[in-house]
């Protein structure tokens, strides 16, 4: 009977599905013209993309994770990430790979 993948496999498998998508949501707000600027500070500027692109990524692994600890750049992320934004799938390629030993 096969082994199920490590759990640091299985969350980097489902980490790079993710950032593909995050990507993709960075690529519209950019397409969209208008960046959403906040000035969080001084030379601390934050962006919709930057901000829809991290509640993709908390609001994707926390679900497929729930456990999980994330430390965002922006923040804590205690707004709702909306449904179309979750990605609850993993890369194959990825979850066939071998952790190494010591983990």
């Known amino acids: 009977m096969a ?3 490590h759990l640091l496999i299985r969350i980097l498998a489902s980490a790079t599905v993710t950032a593909n998508f995050a990507g993709k949501i960075v690529r519209d707000v950019m397409n969209k ?3 959403g600027i906040v ?3 001084k030379n601390d500027l934050q962006t919709e993309a ?3 692109a991290q509640l993709c990524i908390i609001g994707s692994l926390s679900r497929q ?3 999980i ?3 965002g750049e922006e923040g804590t992320s205690t707004c709702h990430c909306p449904e179309e934004w979750i990605t609850t799938t993993s890369d194959p390629e990825v979850l066939s790979l071998s952790c190494p030993e010591q983990y």
């Open 39 to 41: 000035d969080k500070g």
């Open 3 to 5: 082994q199920a993948p």
């Open 65 to 67: 994770f729930p456990k």
């Open 69 to 71: 600890t994330i430390i």
């Open 33 to 35: 013209g208008d960046l």
């Open 50 to 52: 930057d901000r829809s």
